[in-house]
């Protein structure tokens, strides 16, 4: 599985979306910015946990909150940290095999 498409499941998974067939980063940042409005108008306490929890810097979300289009630029945050994330995984497991089995517990 390639990575746009690892992260298109795990943000299904997590955030809900519906997702077409054909996934493209525009797509599953458009249905995240959608997402987005929805938790943000539901009420900021939630949202901001759920930012925390998913490790979104809280420094680089005051800094576009009040910025047109925020839903969006939140929408790339969730995605670049998803991102990070299961490229870390794939490090961390191709590491976890370069280790010599004699040196084991």
Known sequence: ??????????????????????ISEATILQKLAERVVILIERGSESFFQLMYRLDISEKKLNAIIGQP??????ARLIYDRQLQKIRSRALHKQNTKDVDPDLQW
């Open 69 to 74: 289009d925020v839903a969006e630029k939140i």
């Open 1 to 22: 599985m390639d990575t746009l498409q690892e992260t298109a499941v795990a943000l299904q998974q997590d955030w809900g979306l519906q997702l077409p067939d054909e």
